[in-house]
């Protein structure tokens, strides 16, 4: 089926919604974040662990498993749920984000038929399209697919901005021409860089298609966060209030509610794995280190209130000690607990939006998480 | 408590023995393999997936922990249980035989005294005795421990096997004085090289000492098979019924199967998972590296008859998949999958003990699995 997406309450201050999307795999409520899973594994974790933090929907990426498996291996398996044994619903984007930030030596050749870049991985030529990322997407056999779009480079002319954007909405006819599939939705995606006409341009135009839902695409491309809030507030306005709004590569918790206030739904970030393997770790009060010397006979969870598997069996001494010898037992807890951090913090925001209290919320927040932050 | 080892049954056709074992954290039965967790950790699982598998008692490494992140501090934790989460018995290793193997360009100084080495970390001077390892033991509070041993090279002069062993036969008895206490139990460990009379005499003067269970040490150092099974032999008659006998560093399957066969009731080594790491799964028909190109498209999983949860939930594709892409799930499904197998060997032969056809098991298996190895 496609999803669905119903509105369930508006917040009273804010333009934050709380929703329930109907998938294949049943339903998932909004706001959410979405684990990453790049490479059809969310790095270090198990489907069930991943579960386990309370995630509904989760992400693949549709030019890495392209390079490897290679989407003819995924299909043949039985399509991505099968293939990682992950029994809910799998987001894909579309490749363009990776080829603009992965392509071997950032070389790419764009032209109106498609992009020309080199694999990352052995600098073997490569050619996607819209059409072709499609195509690859309805064979992973995702539940959500995303439009192939350029994701514009920041600072970026406007000339250059316009240019890209109306390229990507010819790229998102095609892409929906080309898509077939009754049992996985494809959502467009918002781009126009940083100029508030070409956003409210790019998102009439993409919501004239009608797609299941909307991205926001084009942010965390080295913008300011004042810019990122500007690019979702000159978008949202002509986005449907009866489909799901999701800002792309978005995982800063600050981020999560300032989007969320805005009306987003969906999120998605590397953030809290790649953080892991860095050894730092989400708090109320900030990121912490725990390969930091201070941990070193610290025998306290890394957050006490936490409900964590990682917080509720271990302590910063023994993680500390992981991450010092090495033992990839140390990035899995921490994954384990950056992932639940950011959904516990979504499951949070949605209990402020029935109680018509996220300002408060947000604010007492970031009083607690800025203080080590910033 | 100390442990208490209850022979159960002699298998008809061998020396092979059904037992328990009785320990702080229950009763487990013998034989038995015994997952390596050198760093407190079981390389890249959890206690609840070790647990999983079916193990019993669980290894960790005296020496490792003391150079990371010291006996202090894991005492400090509330001991090893705590501080790794291991809620079953837990053995530690006297730290000998790591420092003959891993100690800095392997230099090292054997006085009456101890041993005086470099740390194969930071290549800083250390000192290690039979009282200290004693004392490291105690602080690391493992149910039980080694007793500090030279394990001799292979080969070696009759004369150097002889002054060695004898000399661990006097580290034994100060390790001995120096244990008090009364919740963890000591093993004396069997030297002797490839000398049956040594082997002999060290068996005798060890158990005179009256330790809680024997070790067969000084074996997997480079010696043949025929001559590591002799060295089992040539002690194991002069070893008491009532107390557990341990093969140290033992975890091929023939091996354990001719280990057992001979009278051993305890098992440990890395190999499942090192293998996992390189990408090696055990079979019934022998060992297969999952990353060959012909397992690419293979949608079965490692072992269609094995109950464990990589074989349960994932294909040798996909395997290959996370091994190709460097992503750590890979090695931790291997390591599930060659920790049961290992365990899963045990428990068919105790119950091949118990129905007496131990013999004939051990034709068909090896049967099957050197086809491939051999």
Redesign the interface.
């Known amino acids: 089926m496609k999803i669905k997406y119903e509105l369930r309450k508006n917040e009273k201050n804010t333009s934050a919604r709380l929703g329930y999307l109907y998938t294949n795999y049943g339903r998932v409520e909004t706001p959410m974040f979405m684990p990453v899973g790049t ?3 969310i ?4 489907p069930e662990e991943v579960k386990e933090c309370g995630s509904g929907v989760v992400l693949a990426n549709t030019y ?1 498993l392209h390079l ?2 290679g989407e003819d ?1 995924v299909s ?3 399509g991505l749920h099968k ?3 992950y029994d809910g619903p799998i987001l894909t984007d579309s490749g363009g984000f990776q080829v603009f930030s992965l392509a071997k030596n950032k070389k790419k050749d764009i032209t109106e038929e498609g992009v020309h870049f080199k694999s990352h991985i052995d600098g073997k030529s490569l050619f996607l399209t819209p059409e072709k990322s499609i195509e690859i997407q309805n064979k992973l056999d995702s539940d959500i697919a995303m439009s192939f779009d350029e994701c514009i480079p920041y600072p970026a002319s406007y000339e250059y901005a316009k240019a890209s954007t109306e390229r990507t909405l010819r790229w998102a006819k095609r892409g929906k021409d080309a898509h077939k599939n009754e049992n996985q939705s494809l959502f467009g995606i918002v781009q126009g860089g940083e100029y508030t006409d070409l956003r409210i341009m790019s998102a009439k135009e993409t919501v004239k298609m009608n797609f299941d839902g909307y991205s926001i695409g084009g942010t965390s491309v080295g913008e300011g966060k004042d810019v990122m809030y500007k690019m979702i507030d000159d978008a949202i306005l002509y986005l449907p209030k009866d489909k799901p709004r999701y800002l792309m590569g978005v995982g800063d918790p600050i981020d999560i509610l300032e989007g969320v206030i805005r009306g987003v739904d969906m999120f998605d970030c590397v953030l809290p794995t790649r953080l892991a393997r860095h050894g730092n770790a989400f708090t109320r009060s900030g990121k912490i280190n725990i390969k930091n010397l201070k941990f ?2 610290d ?1 306290t969870p890394i957050e006490d209130e936490c409900d964590c598997y990682a917080c509720k ?3 910063k ?2 993680i ?3 991450l ?2 090495q ?3 140390g ?2 807890l921490l994954s384990i607990h950056n992932i639940r951090f950011l959904i516990k913090l979504t499951e949070e925001i949605r209990e402020a939006i029935k109680n018509d209290n996220l300002l408060e919320y947000k604010e007492e927040f970031i009083s607690k998480y800025s203080k080590k932050n910033n």
Do not use: D, V
């Open positions: 490479q059809a594994t790095k270090t974790l198990s890495h490897r498996p291996i043949k398996a039985g293939f990682m044994n070193k006979e025998f069996h271990y302590t001494a023994y500390r000690h992981l010092t010898a033992e990839t037992f990035a899995r």
